[in-house]
């Protein structure tokens, strides 16, 4: 499962509106590795894809982002975008793209938030669950 801070929750839904009807992108920050993770801090992207229903992360947004992480102690533990017309599920883009095993993925749609883990080639959900700050705010 995933510990979300509801803060985050409301970050993701923010920049999947403001890009919309263009997809939003970004890097997950947190601990956890195996079956759990914590999400500590979103590292928002610029999306480098052309076509509106795709996303590509800066690739210097994405080095940024794994310092900090490091920095903090932490480490890139997963992605997210949004789909501003379709549903919260990995697209076949998506599916082609993926490559990082045990990887998170946040996808935005207009029905909510929902998260899936990469590995063996395939996507499997995951479970959300939101939480205060104060959870992450000592790993
Ligand atoms: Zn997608």
């Given amino acids: 499962m995933l510990f979300l801070p509801a803060a985050l929750l409301a970050q993701i839904a923010g920049e999947a509106?403001?890009?919309?009807?263009?997809?939003c992108c970004g890097l997950i920050e947190g601990a956890g590795?195996?079956?759990d993770f914590h999400a500590t801090a979103l590292h928002p992207a610029l999306n480098l894809a052309a076509a509106p229903d795709r996303f590509e992360i800066d690739p210097a947004a994405h080095f940024a982002a794994v310092k900090a992480a490091r920095e903090n102690g932490h480490a890139?533990?997963?992605?997210?975008?949004?789909?501003?017309?379709?549903?919260?599920?990995?697209?076949?883009?998506?599916?082609?793209?993926?490559?990082?095993?045990?990887?998170l993925w946040l996808i935005a749609g207009p029905e909510g938030v929902k998260a899936f883990a990469y590995s063996?080639?395939?996507?499997?959900?995951v479970k959300l669950i939101l939480?205060?700050?104060l959870v992450t705010s000592s790993l």
Avoid: L
């Avoid at 509106?17 to 997809?23: D, L, M, N, V």
């Avoid at 883009?93 to 490559?99: E, S």
């Avoid at 063996?120 to 959900?125: H, N, R, V």
């Fill in 76 to 103: 890139i533990i997963g992605c997210y975008h949004s789909h501003p017309q379709g549903r919260a599920e990995p697209s076949r883009h998506d599916v082609a793209g993926a490559q990082e095993e045990n990887f």
């Fill in 33 to 35: 590795g195996g079956r």
């Fill in 120 to 125: 063996a080639g395939g996507f499997e959900p």
């Fill in 17 to 23: 509106q403001a890009a919309s009807p263009r997809e």
């Fill in 131 to 133: 939480g205060a700050d």
